[in-house]
């Protein structure tokens, strides 16, 4: 790849011109290769204004092409006369070497786009990868809080702000991670979703499905401090009164970007090492309850997940915590 590129010496005006000067300055279809990765990267530079760290990564990944064709093919096919079988042993060979398969989805990204390339230049008649499926990438597990670190984010609730918005503050990081509410389900309930007396809110949740999800003890206090002592304070800041259980500090309804925003003054003030986000406590939600011992399909409920295939990923986090400990404690782990 790098001498192919160190070879050149093209006009940059056109790409037939480009194009006509690498085949005629190098020999065989290494050149040709050569010669139309050469147009492709300088098509992301200009058309597509890709990075450079892009197109050094671009550049790579199809010189590991040309070396996986050189190591399987003879002879080595031309840009325009290479097949799917041919392309397939390469992938062959990458899954062999144990790539990863986040790296192997971005190789066969840009080896896709160069094959794309060649067909709007007239190369190629159809894609040769058009039937090799890029590899699945595993989900990466949730990021969670410990239970030191939820009870240190809700004493500093109590801290980032004076009068009710402390109040309200604290209300939010409770009921968050005691129902496990996904952003915008706690910023559209109103005061009629909470029945406090049963312990439990109605969640509007993704398409139109509610949901009934317990709220503990502690929440239920936070939350009726606010709405005893904080919530008629903000309220009074509107001419008219919003039926929002959560207000903002002009009295109308808090919403999704403003919760995440007192969130990461929350999290600032906790000097947490890390970013805490509503998913973050949702995710917490579910694992701490998994560790607790509840099953699967209640916690699937709470959550509101119509499959029990996306609650799963939870028990993986569960697990991960339990090999933690035990390589930790186990004097022969």
């Avoid at 392309?87 to 840009?110: D, Q, V």
């Avoid at 991670?177 to 049963?198: H, I, Q, T």
């Avoid at 990923?313 to 339990?322: C, D, F, G, K, N």
Wanted: hydrophobic share 40%.
């Amino acid at each position: 790849m790098g001498d192919g590129i160190r070879v050149r010496d093209v006009a940059e005006n056109t790409v037939d011109d480009t194009v006509e000067s690498k085949n005629g300055g190098i020999d065989g279809a290494i050149g040709q290769w050569d010669g139309w990765i050469d147009c492709y990267l300088r098509h992301l530079a200009g058309e597509r204004n890709t990075s450079p760290h892009t197109r050094a990564a671009y550049a790579g990944d199809l010189a590991q092409l040309v070396e996986l064709l050189e190591q399987t093919a003879s002879p080595v096919p031309s840009p325009s006369a290479v097949r799917a079988e041919q392309l397939r042993l390469c992938l062959t060979r990458l899954y062999a070497i144990g790539m990863e398969r986040s790296s192997l989805a971005r190789k066969l990204a840009a080896w896709r786009g160069f094959f794309r390339y060649l067909i709007r230049e007239g190369q190629l008649a159809s894609h040769p990868m058009k039937r090799l499926k890029s590899p699945k990438l595993g989900r990466p597990l949730p990021k969670t809080l410990s239970e030191s670190e939820v009870s240190g984010l809700i004493a500093a609730a109590d801290k980032t702000s004076e009068g009710p918005l402390a109040l309200r503050n604290r209300a939010m990081v409770e009921l968050f991670y005691a129902s496990g509410l996904r952003v915008a389900e706690l910023c559209g309930l109103d005061l009629g979703a909470l029945d406090a007396s049963l312990g439990y809110v109605r969640v509007l949740g993704k398409g139109g499905k509610e949901r009934i999800v317990p709220v503990g003890e502690e929440a239920l206090e936070a939350i009726g401090r606010y709405l005893q002592e904080g919530r008629p304070e903000l309220a009074r800041r509107q001419r008219e009164v919003s039926p929002a259980l959560f207000l903002n500090h002009r009295g109308g309804r808090l919403h999704a970007r403003g919760a995440q925003d007192i969130l990461s003054r929350i999290t600032a003030g906790a000097a947490l090492q890390r970013g805490v986000s509503p998913h973050t406590l949702r995710h917490t939600f579910a694992t701490h309850l998994l560790d607790g011992g509840a099953d699967l399909r209640s916690v699937q409920e709470m959550l509101g997940h119509a499959k029990l295939s996306t609650t799963q990923i939870y028990t993986h986090v569960s697990a991960e915590r339990l090999k933690e400990i035990y390589q930790k404690t186990h004097p022969r782990a």
